[in-house]
């Protein structure tokens, strides 16, 4: 029996070339873009998992707003893990990682490599992580200080062995001994590093529960309940943290600190909710987004239904060919439940096909896929033994989805009618083939509604006035090498042609330093007038180097030795302080020993600037004049930046011999920002192409096949006078009315979620009708050229030759 | 009415020409109720066809009402049969997803009559077939007798001067053949020119005069 349906199923394909090259390419594309995204969300997903007690580990996470300025940081104070191990026995072991200090300098030979993935990690790591060892105990591995644990393929750049225990490494100028080498870290864990320092060589002012600069990880004890442990924050902060900020402030509790509008919350977040769902300040790497994941999921399994509807929509218009099959079957005896059989086993066989061109197409294009979504996912991932069984049963569980709802219909003729051939041919409407078509389009039109949106968002965000001038911007990284002589190569650097201004800042409106720090508008500092804002380090020639713009005041100047006890403030702040003219107000930082107040005068305020993402809202910022030189910026102005930057690399070099020499320009760090959304672009685009061919090979075929079964009725027409043009519109305008009612569910769904993503912006475009029209005369005019080279070929036939032979 | 002049038909089957009509002449005058007789293969209904403007011939002259046919060009030709031809078939032809009314309303629609005008007509010749009670139904809820009169009806609505009909009575049984040939006649004798294509003896000889055709020529 299965003989007999494998061979009908066969000889069907060959026979209908046209129908299965459609059916079997639809299926093919749909089944590639699902392969390649199961492959991510799976990665995705299994982040942080390889820890045996992944179950078991939580971050400690603070929420702070202390006068109005939001903090969400995934780091804590230095103490807290420590005096929750001792006071609560719940927790059986925390370990707490210090990044703040940024990447190193490791030597290598007479050499100076960056090296970024380093961190400096408390000895109990190794009891809450799996890191299993190659060489060295990790139980004792960082219970010394000047001792540092590297990753094998660390230990064989250097040392080209991974037996590298025992060996020395010199890192920003300290010596470390090499205590142990572990594996790799999974590439699917939260953070990265190659070198894993001792905490005891972190210069830190240890025990204060005020600064949140270590990333703590609690290990709880089997059995605790976390969302009930996490009340017992409340306690901690008053016991301990507010106690000791009453030594400078006048507090009595932490409701009374909330009661000024002010927060101070810790929460607890499960170790394998890192990865997708944490968008923290001084998070260990780039996070995903659980979001993608769901928008990803959702898109691979709708071009997978747009082409299991192609094939639904194929076979049931290709029906009446099947017709007198089915009736000669059943009068022959066959049960309808074997035909149903039959017919399911052809669409097996047509998806068994796709598959395995699915998976060609998915090799091929995995290279592509990992640029668009920024992984490193391999060919091997499909034949990881969670993913290979479902690869196999893909076909039966898509040839069934695809092939049921055909099998049914057309198991269902009756053998009389079909024989005497009453039977009504496929072209009659079908409510369902309608449906599904309306399916089809509405999904694209969504598409691609939310690809125009998302690249107009862009747009915006790269042609938004910042209030800073991004371009012919040259940074100079690690300029704190220079030492004293920081000074000095920017005088050089000024001397070069084509370079008009610059600035020792290692502060600027693109990622790189941050400080903030608690000011007061009173000399007091109590809850009411206390604000938390950033606080910047700048020189003289910042102001003119960036394009910042004053709108009061002046900015710092060397002809004003008093500028060291002033501030130049953004406008966020200037609305804290007062009202109008505040230039000459004074407000008051507490850094001194002796926690007094220290008064520093406005002598200026520059108008906003986006100093965050546009994601951000524009939050409170002072400067201050100070010689921090962590970065050199210079305004250039020469249309060779090559040669200009191999000028400033040899002054580079000539000043810090065997540093390595590290540039970027403004504008690309800006535009480095908005990754993840160029990423959103560009996946909405291919999909949305992808969905549009798919969707149009059906419609193409459905055409054909309309065409086909109307050959009498355009025949007649024409007889009776009808134009060419009269029916081609008779022909297209069926498919153009589903394509309008498509529109008419898409517009408002599109709306609706695009809407919802423009929420992460502070700054951002409305939906204008504009690209609703766009989207739906994009949509009409596709449909349209696909439909009407079968109408107009229908419309140019001779009717004499359909009308011949009755 | 109509004149053919040397008109040859055919088609190259394995490079050589096969001819379905050979040197054809004939002319019909206004009125005439001609009769197309011969066995199948004869060429009956190619040159019907070609009288009715739907094919072309191969070779010769055509003049439909003083025209030459044969230099026109196809939108000409579509707007002259449209006006003056109607044609009824063996397998009637309606379309299946239109009603009867809808059927006999559509060569109007084709040229340009306004709405109103058209209900009129549709009302009329519905009146006069006596088939207004069946104005709603699709072609495949009548009998074959039934679709033939509105195949018919919907020949006549645009009021043409030539009748063109393939084997009008094949697919019905006597009694319907009898009514259809009795509705040409009366036609006929209303100024309706016909020429239809049969095979019938009986039914041939309602026309005024019988044309036989014999591998694609007339017969003497």
Not at chain 1, 29 to 38: H, P, S, V
Not at chain 1, 750 to 757: T, V
Not at chain 2, 113 to 131: G, H, Q
Not at chain 2, 183 to 209: C, M, P, W
Request: with cysteine; proline share 3%; aromatic share 10%.
């Amino acid at each position: 029996m299965i003989q007999n349906f494998l061979k009908v199923a066969w000889r069907n394909l060959i026979k209908n070339r046209t129908f299965s090259i459609i059916n079997i390419t639809g299926l093919a594309a749909g089944l590639a873009c699902f392969i390649l995204i199961a492959l991510y969300v799976i990665d995705e997903l299994s982040y942080d998992r390889f820890n045996e007690k992944a179950d078991r580990i939580f971050r400690i996470n603070a929420d702070i707003r202390f006068g109005g300025a939001d903090l969400k940081l995934a780091t804590t104070s230095d103490p807290m893990g420590p005096t929750l191990k001792k006071d609560y026995p719940q927790v059986e072991e925390f370990v707490r990682f210090y990044t703040a200090s940024g990447s190193k300098q490791v030597k290598k030979g007479d050499q100076y490599i960056v090296e970024a993935d380093v961190m400096h990690a408390d000895s109990t790591l190794f009891n809450v992580f799996t890191l299993p060892a190659l060489h060295g105990d990790t139980r004792t591995a960082l219970n010394e200080p000047n001792t540092v644990v590297i990753t094998a393929s660390t230990a064989k750049k250097y040392f080209a062995t991974t037996d590298a225990v025992g060996k020395i490494i010199e890192a920003d100028g300290t010596p470390y001994k090499v205590t142990a080498v572990i594996r790799d870290i999974p590439r699917n864990s939260h953070f990265k590093a190659d070198f894993i320092f001792s905490m005891d060589n972190v210069h830190y002012d240890w025990g204060s529960y005020l600064s949140h600069n270590l990333q703590t990880y609690l290990l709880l004890k089997p059995g605790t309940d976390w969302k009930e442990f996490q009340k017992n924050f409340r306690q901690f902060i008053d016991k301990y943290v507010v106690a000791q900020a009453r030594q400078f402030m006048d507090i009595s509790n932490l409701d009374e600190f909330e009661r000024a509008g002010n927060k101070l919350e810790y929460s607890l977040m499960p170790l394998t909710d890192i990865h997708l769902h944490s968008d923290r300040l001084s998070e260990m790497g780039v996070n995903g987004n659980i979001q993608y994941v769901y928008v990803f999921s959702a898109v691979a399994l709708i071009v997978l239904l747009i082409a299991c509807v192609n094939f639904m929509n194929l076979s049931t218009a290709r029906s009446a060919n099947r017709a007198r099959e089915v009736g000669i079957r059943k009068v022959l005896g066959t049960a309808r439940d074997s035909l149903i059989k039959q017919f399911l086993v052809e669409s097996i066989v047509t998806s068994f096909i796709a598959s395995i061109i699915a998976v060609g197409i998915a090799i091929l294009l995995l290279p592509y896929f990992n640029s668009l979504a920024n992984k490193d996912l391999t060919v091997g991932g499909l034949l990881d033994m969670r993913i290979l069984p479902f690869l196999v049963l893909l076909p039966v569980i898509v040839g069934v989805m695809a092939g049921s709802y055909p099998a049914l219909y057309l198991s269902s003729f009756k053998p009389i009618a079909v024989l005497k051939g009453k039977l009504s041919t496929g072209a009659k409407k079908s409510t369902v083939r309608n449906a599904l078509v309306v399916f089809q389009f509405a999904t694209c039109i969504f598409l691609v509604i939310g690809t125009i949106v998302v690249y107009n968002q862009l747009r915006y965000i790269q042609s938004k006035k910042l209030g800073f001038n991004k371009d012919q911007v040259l940074i100079i990284d690690d300029v704190g090498e220079l030492g004293n002589n920081a000074a000095a190569f920017k005088n050089e650097i000024l001397k070069l042609s084509g370079v008009s201004s610059g600035t020792l800042s290692p502060f600027l409106p693109v990622p790189s330093w941050r400080n903030d720090n608690t000011m007061s508008r009173e000399p007091v500092l109590d809850p009411k007038s206390g604000m938390n804002m950033q606080t910047w380090t700048v020189d003289a020639d910042y102001a003119q180097t960036l394009g910042l713009e004053l709108v009061q005041g002046r900015f710092f100047s060397k002809d004003f030795p008093t500028d060291s006890a002033a501030v130049v403030i953004n406008e966020t702040t200037a609305a804290w302080v007062g009202s109008g003219n505040v230039i000459g107000k004074k407000i008051y930082n507490f850094e001194s020993q002796d926690n007094t107040p220290i008064p520093l005068t406005i002598i200026g305020v520059v108008k906003n600037f986006h100093y965050e993402s546009l994601k951000q809202q524009i939050g409170p910022l002072m400067m201050r004049l100070g010689k921090v030189t962590g970065m050199a910026s210079f305004k250039v102005n020469t249309s060779n930046i090559q040669s200009l930057v191999k000028e400033v690399e040899k002054k580079w070099t000539a000043m810090a011999p065997g540093r390595p020499f590290r540039y970027r320009f403004m504008d690309e760090s800006f535009n480095n920002m908005y990754n993840n959304e160029q990423r959103v672009g560009k996946i909405a685009f291919t999909f949305a192409v992808l969905a549009i061919i798919i969707a149009c090979l059906g419609l193409f075929g459905l055409a054909t096949y309309m065409a086909e079964q109307r050959t009498k009725e355009i025949g007649i027409r024409k007889v009776l006078g009808a134009s060419v043009q009269g029916i081609v519109q008779l022909l297209s305008i069926d498919f153009l009315k589903l394509v309008a009612i498509s529109f008419v569910f898409a517009a408002p769904a599109a709306w609706y979620f695009m809407k919802r993503w423009l929420q992460d912006f502070a700054y951002r475009i409305n939906i204008s009708w504009w690209v609703f029209a766009v989207a739906g005369v994009l949509a009409i005019v596709i449909a349209l050229v696909t439909v009407s080279y079968q109408a107009i070929k229908a419309a140019l036939a001779n009717p004499v030759q359909s009308l011949r032979t009755e | 009415m109509l004149e053919l002049k040397h008109i040859s038909k055919w088609y190259n089957v394995g490079g050589k020409p096969t001819f379905i009509l050979k040197d054809i002449n004939l002319s019909i005058q206004p009125g005439e109720f001609v009769s197309i007789m011969g066995p199948s293969g004869s060429g009956k209904s190619t040159l019907l066809h070609i009288m009715g403007m739907l094919d072309d011939a191969s070779e010769g002259e055509y003049y439909f009402m003083e025209q030459a046919v044969h230099t026109l060009k196809e939108k000409q030709r579509s707007h002259l049969y449209k006006q003056h031809i109607g044609f009824v078939f063996q397998a009637y032809h309606l379309i299946d997803e239109l009603t009867v009314y809808e059927n006999i309303e559509t060569p109007l629609i084709y040229q340009n009559i306004k709405s109103s005008e058209r209900k009129a007509l549709v009302a009329d010749i519905l009146d006069r077939f006596n088939i207004v009670g069946k104005k709603d139904l699709f072609p495949t809820q009548l009998s074959g007798g039934q679709q033939q009169l509105v195949g018919i009806a919907r020949a006549l609505i645009a009021k043409p001067q030539l009748l063109l009909a393939d084997e009008p009575t094949g697919n019905l049984n006597s009694k319907q053949g009898e009514e259809i040939m009795e509705l040409f006649k009366q036609l006929n004798d209303d100024g309706v020119t016909i020429v239809q294509v049969t095979h019938s003896e009986k039914n041939a000889a309602y026309g005024s005069r019988i044309i036989n055709l014999l591998d694609g020529r007339i017969e003497q």
